[in-house]
RNA sequence: GCCCGAGUGGCGGAAUUGGCAGACGCGACGGUCUCAAAAACCGUUGAGGCAACUCGUGCGGGUUCGAGCCCCGCCUCGGGCACCA
């Protein structure tokens, strides 16, 4: 060590001073307002906003340093950033804790905001914090309504009355995308079915588009994300098929006719019964006054009473009743028995099914149970049925013990002219069937979605009011634009039980229409409505005339990173991108999918690996970090204990490193600025040490700014520390004097640029103190990198002989591959004695395989 | 049942997409400093072997000069959908 170093000693690290002088710099600074700087490509950066139902827990603090990670960055590579924060305020945890309390969801709500703002400011996000809203400020809100109303224009909006999910828990009905195994998202309780009145989204217009447009977010959002989405869309290709109603002695159906959804238009022939649901209107009717009612009533009693989770699972037995009715098959005029059974849907497809036993597992559970007749009409050539079949004229059906359903896979057989065709989904026997449906004007194609609309109508207080007026005389009719926004009234008893539909001052008003008195819907909207668009507000904040222009969508929009959970997959994502379908198509964005790149962070778990949870006890609180250690070794430990998306253990060893090395790092910044000058290195002029840290130094930072291009935190901290270890090596072997001032102040500008996405207060620390440098290190330029300088001029290879290392030999690094060879083969020349060589192929700067016999 | 994803040291995880497996870190072991401990710093650390070497990326095959990576057949774990016709 030399005198200079003796003398000097290194300021300790004291993470709490310098993040709290730091954090009051910026925040007078106004630091991290957005630029809107039109000549700078523009960064939209955006965490999922948080839900303030408290403190934020590991799960938050790990999101949102993610996102801040990105943003800063974008920042100091030359972008505009757009990088902001707010929260989805509405919804049943405040309005329980309120009830709890006796006091307002608003109170309740604020109080968590102010708590949680704190606790980002404490963590350092770089959030314009002009931009915040909540949103269930009515400035918010009304826009919410607004859309709606367009929306309710549109026809997208509509009210219907059928069997929906009610939660006893919330005391609400829910949407399909939140009964989770068949049990509430929110509470767990398990839904009833429930015949209301309910107001829908019609995000089914869009089913196609949202699916066709998952092909747009190849690459960019996670594969599972996407699968997910298409599994829920549900899209399956097949026929309506019309079957005529016999045997109606006695009866006056409303129909003669009932048309089946199927996905095999092929196994036509081997229908041999025909299946309704239990909530069949068309069932009553059938059975209605027969013998087969009374045991028809019984079955759709019981099935009525079957949970949501019970449904689960196809493991389920199979229950079903005669109707004493018949329909006709339309391909060869057979007679099909109407059975109505419990496993047919009453809201998917047409709500009847044509049962072909021997080509569907469930139909042939439903045949054995019952004895009802197994036609085969489909088999493989080699199979002895395919012959004895395939000429038969007269449908043969069999009782055959056979075990299961056939594959549905092979070629058809007693089908009459389609038999010999190749079966099975989308085959040729499948168009060819189509096609003579078609002619024969008994059938077509079509497409079926699993989705549902989304019910949008919540019996709650505490969220955005359904802009609506119901009138005797009118009927539901839309609140004017000038009356927006209906107010959410914030003097509700709640701990006495008091609700909107009670509330007169609420709902009493005036038709606008007719001007007679008219009750205002007291059913406010999903909270999911809320969290549909936001992202579109913090482009335009505090737009008074609209939710947001055009000019600031068209600036910002999309969202080129967004960060979150991975339990939104499907709910929120998906509303989402049917908002900005529906916004796009009201001409007011330009933009088919919100979310450019999607990045969904892996969960938090304690040291255990179970889920932290207040009732478990286990929840780590981000202070528990912070107040030992300092925001920025949390920041450090949670980037680089894993990559992003994948589930961490909590580790306190893994943070006490993440603090040693954030302590190193410092050292070893102000240790090289002793002496250090800004200015161009001449690597020519360096000693051998000197040349060894510049070469690191190029090709760590290089691979850093690739690393942080493709969110790998992980490694791009492990290729700074690499910076810091050879820098290390450098101060530790080289005496102060001897040291290149050009060198040493790059390698400590290196170090502290690329660390202050992840570590800011600590990088501006250094930047302004051991490096002298004006301005924040938010507003420096993201160092950039010599790939020349990244290579060693010489490099050690591997000599292979057919494959295995037999030898290492250090050759010039822009040595040709002869060169290479011929140096490759005098390091193994003893092991190639007698040998013969085939081939050698040469691999630059990594190895040489001599392949020799 | 259908659809995704993942299996690499004692642990978290790397591997520029077919080129020296195990970067970086944690832990462990050894050393320096200290009366001692902590901290800090310097080493060692996949397994077996004294060694030269051999074996090693869930399992079994294959392609290739060369496979953690590609192909075929499995196993295990995680996740999603599900009486969806």
């Known amino acids: 060590m030399s005198d200079a170093e003796k003398n000097f000693e290194v300021p300790a690290y004291d993470a709490e001073a310098i993040e709290t002088k730091w954090q009051a710099a910026w925040e007078a600074d106004e630091l991290y307002k957005t630029e ?100 269930c400020d009515p400035e918010y809100y009304k826009w919410g309504q607004w859309i709606f109303l367009k929306m309710w224009e549109k026809g997208l909006v509509y009210r219907d009355t059928s069997p929906v999910n009610w939660c006893p828990g919330c005391q609400t009905v829910l949407a399909n995308e939140q009964v989770v195994d068949g049990k509430c998202w929110r509470c767990g309780s398990i839904p009833e079915k429930r015949p209301l009145s309910q107001w829908y989204f019609k995000i089914t217009d869009y089913a196609q588009e949202l699916l066709d447009d998952l092909k747009l977010l190849e690459g960019k959002w996670p594969e599972r994300v996407r699968a997910m989405q298409a599994n829920w869309i549900g899209r399956s290709e097949g026929a309506e098929i019309d079957f005529a109603l ?82 006709i098959n339309p391909v060869n005029g057979r007679p099909a028995p109407i059975w109505v059974a419990d496993y047919v849907l009453m809201d998917y497809g047409t709500g009847a099914v044509m049962g072909v036993p021997c080509g569907d597992q469930r139909d042939f559970d439903f045949a054995k149970k019952y004895g009802l007749e197994i036609a085969p009409i489909i088999c493989e050539k080699d199979d002895p049925l395919y012959d004895d079949l395939k000429d038969e004229r007269e449908l043969r059906v069999t009782s055959v013990d056979w075990d299961h359903a056939m594959e549905a896979e092979g070629y058809l057989v007693q089908s009459g002219r389609f038999t010999g065709m190749k079966g099975g989904k989308h085959s040729e026997a499948v168009d060819a069937i189509i096609e003579w449906l078609g002619e024969q004007g008994l059938g077509r194609k079509t497409v079926q979605f699993r989705l549902r609309d989304w019910l949008i109508s919540r019996q709650r207080y505490w969220g955005n009011p359904i802009p609506m007026i119901h009138c005797d005389c009118c009927g539901d009719v839309p609140v004017p634009y000038d009356q927006l926004p209906v107010t959410l009234p914030d003097n509700l008893d709640l701990g006495a039980g008091e609700t909107l539909a009670e509330y007169a001052p609420f709902y009493e008003t005036t038709c606008p229409k007719c001007g007679k008195p008219a009750k205002r819907i007291t059913d406010t909207m999903d909270t999911f409505t809320c969290s549909s668009w936001y992202y579109l507000r913090y482009c335009d904040p505090h737009n008074e005339e609209l939710p947001f222009s055009k000019e600031a969508v068209d600036r910002w929009m999309p969202v080129d990173n967004y960060i979150g959970g991975i339990e939104h997959a499907i709910l929120h994502l998906l509303y989402s991108r049917f908002f900005t379908k529906v916004l796009r198509d009201l001409g007011m964005i330009d933009c088919d999918e919100p979310f450019e790149n999607l990045l969904c962070q892996g969960m938090v778990k304690d040291a255990n690996g179970d889920t932290m949870s207040k009732s478990k006890g286990n929840v780590v609180p981000p202070s528990s970090v912070i107040e030992p250690f300092g925001a920025d070794t949390m920041r450090l430990a949670i980037l680089f204990i894993a990559p992003p998306e994948k589930d961490f253990n909590w580790d306190e060893e893994a943070v006490a490193g993440a603090n040693r090395f954030i302590k190193r790092a410092w050292r070893v910044v102000w240790m090289l600025s002793q002496g250090a000058a800004a200015g161009a290195v001449d690597a020519g002029a360096l000693d051998a040490a000197g040349k060894e840290l510049w070469r690191t130094v190029n090709a760590m930072g290089l691979k850093c700014t690739a690393d942080f291009d493709r969110c790998q935190f992980n490694t791009a901290i492990s290729a700074v520390m690499e910076i810091t270890n050879a820098a290390s090596k450098y101060v530790n072997d080289v005496a102060a004097e001897k040291r290149d001032a050009a060198l040493s102040f790059a390698a400590a500008d290196t170090i502290v640029t690329m660390l202050a996405p992840i570590c800011p207060h600590w990088a501006e620390e250094l930047w302004h103190e051991a490096l002298r440098q004006e301005g924040s290190v938010y507003n420096a330029a993201w160092p950039e990198f010599d790939e020349a300088a990244a290579k060693a001029d010489e490099v050690e290879i591997a000599v292979q002989i057919k494959g295995k290392v037999r030898g290492r030999v250090t050759v010039a690094a822009d040595a040709s591959d002869e060169e290479v060879e011929v140096a490759a083969k005098a390091a193994v020349a003893d092991q190639l004695a007698g040998k013969e060589i085939k081939k050698v192929i040469v691999i630059k700067g990594r190895l040489v395989n001599i392949v020799a016999v």
């Not at 790990?62 to 757009?82: E, K, P, S, W």
């Open 246 to 327: 016999a045997d109606v002695d006695g009866i006056t159906p409303t129909d003669t006719k009932i048309t089946v959804f199927t996905t095999r238009p092929d196994t036509l022939f081997g229908v041999s019964f025909f299946l309704l649901p239990p909530e069949s209107p068309l069932a009553a009717e059938l059975v209605a006054g027969t013998e087969h009612e009374a045991a028809f009533l019984e079955l759709k009693a019981a099935a009525e009473k079957v949970s949501s989770v019970d449904r689960q699972g196809s493991e389920r037995e199979k229950h079903g009743v005669f109707t004493g009715r018949y329909v």
């Open 36 to 135: 809107e700087d039109p000549s700078k490509p523009k960064k939209y950066v955006l965490e999922m906003f948080p839900y303030p139902s408290g403190d934020l827990h590991m799960g938050h603090a790990r999101n949102y340093t993610i996102g801040d990670a990105m943003a800063r960055q974008a920042r100091m590579r030359g972008f505009d950033v757009l990088h902001p924060m707010g929260y989805d305020a509405f919804g049943l945890p405040a309005e329980n804790a309120a009830i709890k309390h006796n006091t307002q969801a608003s109170v309740w709500t604020h109080q968590n905001i102010d708590q949680a703002t704190k606790t980002m400011r404490r963590m350092g996000f770089s959030y314009d914090y002009d931009r915040m809203f909540n949103t």
